[in-house]
């Protein structure tokens, strides 16, 4: 861990490290100290009724004093209701009453951590139907209420746009693009008629294409690619990385 | 029909993920667009749901379901998720329950062997702290022995399991058939964190008795007298301080105290 890897910086979840010691305390101490690194959570509720979790952000808190991230993040959703966790990014109905209830926790949250936060479009496979927005108009509708940055998933845009039958590419053209200070890449599974984020796969041609789209409306910006299970070789990665890196920078030049 | 406040139907979706009873209510909310209804699109988010935490739960006590076998674990957690629900953000500490729950289903080696692995899991990223060495023990004036208290290091659990779970527990670690032979005497462990990770280790009768002393805030002194029960008097010293020695040299005591100058 002396920055001997060909990787520009670090995301870690904030919850694997909101514990009390030990060997991911060290593992944190020790990215820190050679690389920048960034805070994905999963857990923030963002969408939730119960109310914001005063113990989480203070945890939240005291690990961002620790490693001085250079972006914090979670995710556009719910996860936790009448106090139980249900470690999944679950979808929520997209109304105004939607948007003015997660646009004002943001805030919240923002203005307790003295920092903007990036929230990330999720994976979806179900849809409400009272819904009257499309998710990339929530999204927008969202981050311009809360003022906050956005984390944008390429393969979750396809994935959703599959699932639901919108248009990948109007996502695109929709959402506020000078926000997005991040993107994900990740490769996904096909469960019947169904897409499903299982980020165990290499990243798909058609996340690449829409990702090289991105590159050129959204400019230079920090890039991950996630990989849960069925984890090749680091070399394996590091060549799918080096294809961002080749993405980007042509259609820069273009 | 009129929409559902945010609060309803996140409690409607959180029960279908628990039991699944409740599906067609919640399936009434959703749209079943494309051709794929909606029954098939929950089904992701419940199947999703008990595969992520019966898999957490599986790696965080992986001797219990070789034990258990996998479908008699699997139906096990599947029971355990409905009546402990995770109310952790982080999915590390699902199994916090679980030896609790396993006792009340008076299931009571299932339950140590959990108690066990859970120390594990606690010694992996408990608190850092200072481990007291045995040459700060030269720094203390005779007369304060006496009063000294011991301050057992965060990583620290002191356990009592029956032979046969240590013997399941050890045999499942170094990749072993698991033993048939019940033993029923109980067996004193210690677990807590080593340079190299968790560790566990038997304890001796008299390093027993001092652990569990310090843990219960008695002094150096109050432990001997412990430990003098049921020791020759002449034994008393040397195994307190040959217990004592083991204790510091594994990093287990953190911190003392004691009155005096």
Known sequence: ?254 | MSAPTLAQLQAEFKQYLFSGANEAVLADQIRGANNIDATRRLDVYRNAYHIRLHAALAQDFPALLMKMGEAAFGREMAAYLKVCPSTSPSVRYIGKQLPHYLANRNKPQLADLARLEWAVLKAFDAADASALSVAAMAHIPPTAWQDLHFEAHPSVSLLEVSGHVFDVWTAHRRQQPLPERQTAATVPLLVWRSPGGPAVRRLSTAGHTLLAAVIDGQSFAQACVRLALGTPPDAVAPRAARSLLDLLQRGCLANTSFSGP
Not at chain 1, 112 to 138: C, G, P, T, W
Request: net charge negative; hydrophobic share 40%.
């Open chain 1, 1 to 254: 861990m002396r920055g001997e890897v060909a990787l520009d910086w670090f995301e870690l979840i904030s919850e694997n490290f909101m514990v009390d010691g030990g060997k991911p305390l060290a593992v944190l101490d020790a990215v820190c100290e050679h690389y920048p690194v960034a805070l994905h959570g999963v857990s923030l509720n963002l969408g939730g009724s119960d109310p914001l979790d005063e113990v989480y952000l203070n945890r939240l808190e005291t690990l961002i004093g620790r490693c001085e991230p250079v972006r914090v993040s979670d995710h556009l959703c719910w996860t936790r209701h009448g106090g139980h966790h249900l470690h999944d990014l679950l979808p929520l109905p997209y109304t105004q009453d939607t948007v003015t209830h997660v646009a004002e926790r943001i805030l919240r949250v923002q203005d307790r951590l003295k920092r903007q936060i990036l929230i990330e479009n999720v994976s979806s496979y179900a849809e409400y139907a009272h819904s009257d927005m499309r998710e990339y108009e929530f999204l927008t509708a969202v981050a311009e209420r809360a003022d906050c940055l956005i984390l944008l998933d390429i393969n979750n845009i396809v994935v959703s746009a599959h699932n639901h039958g919108f248009d990948a590419e109007t996502y695109l053209r929709t959402i506020p693009v000078g926000r997005i200070r991040q993107i994900h890449l990740a490769g996904h599974s096909i469960s019947g008629p169904l897409l499903i984020d299982t980020h165990d796969h290499p990243v798909s041609d058609p996340v690449w294409r829409l990702y090289a789209q991105a590159a050129r409306k959204i400019g230079a910006t920090a890039t991950m690619i996630e990989r849960d299970d069925a984890i090749p070789p680091l070399a394996e990665l590091l060549a799918e990385l080096d294809m961002a890196r080749t993405l980007h920078a042509q259609e820069q030049a273009a």
